[in-house]
């Protein structure tokens, strides 16, 4: 697989704390927002999405939470662990569009034993 | 991994030259998209199609052109390739679902123009 190395934000943890990773988005017309987590060496995975008409969801051990009024979203991962660290990604989805889909910044989260 | 295979993995180009990058996916997915991933940058959006002959620019379509002339494939290609146009290049496909979004992601190309 192909990795960069990226100069991006980064947030280290403890194993076991919970982490946020936050992200500001630009396009109001965009129908999902979700986050992406990408491992050295590898493509970007999906981890969570959620619809724009909504402001909370719930995965395992992940929520998404999205606030249209500043244009924020965030991650939140729960008792984080050693696999979790990894490069973490939103990205906007326009149905309108053809479903184009536009990544923003990432961050870099580091989870210290 | 999903059924979506770039090639090459690697390549080594000169400037000048021009160069295409393979998208083919066995999942029959009616989206794909093509970006290229830089220090700083993350993941910027080049073309994408969302049909058979369908396709749209993205963030950083200039010296990009694309071609999708069946369902299972999706090239990239760099008319006459620059140093800026080093990076790694991704693929991925994603569903004709209002329901899924997840996209699913290549293993990357990385391109060196010298």
């Known amino acids: 697989g192909e990795s960069v190395g990226l100069h991006l934000p980064t947030l280290s943890v403890q194993e076991g704390d919970n982490s946020i990773i936050n992200c500001a988005y630009s396009?109001?017309?965009?129908?999902?927002f979700i986050w992406y987590k990408q491992e050295s060496g590898k493509g970007p995975q999906f981890i969570i999405d959620?619809?724009?008409?909504?402001d909370k969801r719930q995965g395992q051990r992940v929520t998404v939470l999205l606030n249209k009024t500043v244009k924020h979203l965030s991650l939140q991962i729960a008792a984080t662990q050693p696999g979790d660290s990894a490069v973490y990604f939103c990205a906007e989805k326009t149905q309108a569009a053809g479903n184009k889909l536009t990544f923003g910044g990432g961050t870099r989260v580091l989870v210290k034993p | 991994d999903a059924g979506i295979t770039q090639s090459p993995r690697h390549k080594v180009t000169e400037t000048g030259t021009p160069v295409t990058l393979r998208c083919h996916q066995t999942e029959n997915h009616r989206y794909m998209y093509w970006y290229r991933q830089d220090p700083g940058h993350g993941l910027r959006l080049i073309h994408y199609?969302?049909?058979?002959?369908?396709?749209d620019k993205g963030e950083v379509s200039d010296g990009y052109s694309v071609s999708r002339s069946k369902t299972e494939d999706f090239l990239l290609t760099l008319e006459s390739a620059t140093s800026s146009q080093t990076s790694v290049y991704f693929c991925?496909?994603?569903?004709?679902?209002?329901?899924?979004?997840?996209?699913?992601f290549g293993q990357g190309t990385r391109l060196t123009v010298v």
């Open positions: 396009n109001s017309a965009s129908d999902y």
């Open positions: 959620i619809r724009s008409n909504m």
């Open positions: 199609s969302y049909g058979v002959k369908d396709t």
């Open positions: 991925a496909i994603s569903r004709d679902d209002r329901v899924n979004t997840e996209a699913f």
